[in-house]
């Protein structure tokens, strides 16, 4: 039970900074462009700051994916692969 525990931390701490990034990001673009450029600008350098395009959501939203690639699954002895 312990040795799960530190990656489980690990992977909050990850999302929790990641989280803050593009707070910050989108706060500065927000204060520095004072609303008037568009919102797909905001979301060009929250991208560039992600190192990652992100999807458009409806609602100005944008959805950046960010799958785990240190995890391996095995069911009945057989490794299971992403598609």
């Given at each position: 039970m ?5 990656p489980?931390?690990?992977v909050r ?5 990641t989280?803050?990034v ?6 500065l673009c927000f204060?520095q462009a004072?609303?008037?450029v568009?919102?797909?600008a ?6 560039t700051?992600m190192g990652?395009p992100?999807?458009p959501?409806?609602?100005?939203v944008?959805?950046f994916?960010?799958?785990r690639?240190?995890l391996h ?9 992403r598609?």
């Open positions: 312990r040795g799960r525990s530190r489980l931390r690990h701490s990850l999302l929790k900074f989280a803050r593009c707070f910050l990001v989108s706060s204060a004072g609303g008037t568009p919102a797909s905001h979301w060009k350098e929250v991208a700051a990652r992100g999807q959501q409806p609602g100005d944008m959805k994916a960010m799958p690639k240190d699954v095995m069911l009945g002895g057989v490794t299971i692969t598609p």
